[in-house]
């Protein structure tokens, strides 16, 4: 499990254009706290889990690769709104079947 922790943080990392000393200043960490979390050398406490969920809007399930389902935040949205993003999810899951 380490291992997809470590490898979940980099690519996050990365596609998201930061470097490690960016994502360390954020956190307020050191960059080979981050460095070692990205090598697997150690993992990042439950409090550092939860913030990089929030930095890189996933779940924390997702980091542990517990959940590899993609989530959306529709909430912002009106109910009108709500309803077509979903009509839209179930067309192109039924559309591939």
């Known amino acids: 499990m380490i291992l997809f922790i470590a490898e979940r943080i980099k690519d996050l990392r990365e596609k998201a254009g930061l470097t490690q000393t960016q994502l360390a200043r954020r956190l307020q960490v050191s960059r080979s ?9 150690s993992t990042p406490s439950s409090i550092y889990l939860a913030e990089l969920s929030k930095i890189f809007g996933v779940t924390t399930d997702y980091l542990l690769s517990l959940d590899d389902g993609v989530k959306v935040d529709i909430t912002d949205l009106d109910d009108q709104e709500q309803e077509i993003v979903i009509r839209l999810v179930d067309h192109f899951k039924t559309s591939k079947a």
């Open 33 to 41: 706290a981050v460095n070692s979390w990205e090598m697997s050398l």
